[in-house]
């Protein structure tokens, strides 16, 4: 599967933004998906889960309650939608994929296919 991120941006402080993820190929709902993140200077981390099917989801503690994952299997997309964005949320945002059925994973291993990022800047 390829996947191709898009929607970042620069923002201010407390803004929001929607990040989209499509994935190519007739099997995305086989997909476990998950958002990762890359600061300047620091390592990948993760960020959000959701199962294949959509039914489970899983965040980041520095993002619950402001981020929404979300998939569209009709459309082979998934979304991230970031609001009360904050300056620590700067990063380069990441959309990875996994074969597998209703489970999530949050460790940056587990995924087998990656896109290609998308900057997320969020000024004070």
């Known amino acids: 599967v390829q996947l191709q991120a898009s929607g970042g941006g620069l923002v201010q402080d407390g803004d929001s933004l929607r990040l989209s993820c499509a994935a190519s190929?007739?099997?995305?709902?086989?997909?476990?998906m998950g958002w990762f993140r890359q600061a300047p200077g620091k390592e990948r981390e993760f960020v959000s889960a959701?199962?294949?099917?959509?039914?489970?989801?899983n965040y980041a503690d520095s993002v619950k309650g402001r981020f929404t994952i979300s998939r569209d299997n009709a459309k082979n997309t998934v979304y991230l939608q970031m609001n009360g964005l904050k300056p620590e949320d700067t990063a380069v945002y990441y959309c990875?994929?996994?074969?597998?059925?209703?489970?999530?994973?949050?460790?940056?291993?587990?995924?087998?296919?990656w896109g290609q990022g998308t900057q997320v800047t969020v000024s004070s």
């Open positions: 990875a994929a996994k074969i597998a059925n209703n489970i999530y994973y949050t460790n940056i291993l587990s995924y087998d296919y």
């Open positions: 190929g007739r099997t995305f709902s086989t997909y476990v």
């Open positions: 959701i199962t294949n099917s959509g039914t489970l989801t």
